[in-house]
């Protein structure tokens, strides 16, 4: 069964940019949420999706939106960046996202901005 | 607010040592869930364990143990006999039932670094 996969591995953007991160879940699973990672913040929660609906979002600003479709793949998009933008970007998928269900993280996105 | 805090930000051992990796937690609900995952250099997140609030009950799975205390709101775990693939950075995890769906705060994480 493959695992969660995230495209592409490695990003590199200008400030004022935007970007789009794609995810493809584990097959089945119908929840998908999405962490950024730095070094200075460490993991944080950036949104989950479920059936196309988005459940739960983290502090971020507006900038940072996604979407899930039909097949459960997900897409995160961030627009304007900012150098602060520069991170891993890491997705999750679990199959109905309930509270206890572990969950399966891809390789993640690592984003530069410059 | 919903809280987890790992105190050693880096732990070195010798192959073979146990070590143990603490984890402290804040949140206001009465049921909630907490997980281990481990970070490799690949960079996926790796699930390990996870227990609910209404189970204190200590466990042991093979060189993996923890230690669930709610009287302390502590997570820890413990790796027996360590090994260099188990360098990692590991990272103690809180999900509340309160929040619809899953929703997880992260503590800052232990880099353990095993040496041969």
């Known amino acids: 069964k493959a695992g969660v996969t995230q495209t592409p591995r490695y990003l590199i953007k200008t400030r004022g940019q935007q970007v789009t991160l794609s995810c493809s879940p584990i097959?089945?699973?119908?929840?998908v949420s999405w962490y950024q990672q730095t070094p200075g913040q460490g993991l944080q929660f950036l949104f989950e999706y479920f059936s196309e609906t988005q459940r739960n979002k983290g502090n971020f600003p507006g900038r940072f939106s996604g979407r899930q479709f039909s097949n459960s793949r997900s897409e995160m998009n961030v627009s304007t960046l900012e150098l602060g933008d520069s991170a891993l970007y890491l997705c999750a998928s679990s199959v109905t996202g309930s509270t206890n269900e572990k969950l399966f993280f891809g390789s993640g996105t690592q984003l530069s901005v410059l | 607010a919903q809280k987890v805090t790992q105190a050693q930000t880096e732990i070195s051992v010798v192959e073979k040592e146990d070590v143990t990796l603490d984890c402290v937690y804040e949140?206001?609900?009465?049921?909630?869930?907490l997980f281990w995952y481990k970070q490799p250099p690949s960079g996926e997140l790796v699930f390990l364990i996870r227990?609910?609030?209404?189970?204190?009950q200590n466990e042991i799975s093979g060189r993996y143990s923890w230690n669930f205390q709610k009287s302390t709101s502590s997570f820890n775990f413990t790796i027996t006999a360590s090994q260099v693939v188990d360098s990692a950075v590991y990272f103690c995890a809180l999900s509340e039932a309160a929040n619809a769906g899953n929703m997880l705060t992260f503590g800052g994480g232990t880099r353990l670094m095993v040496k041969p």
């Open positions: 227990r609910n609030s209404f189970d204190e």
């Open positions: 949140t206001r609900d009465t049921t909630y869930y």
């Open positions: 097959s089945g699973h119908r929840s």
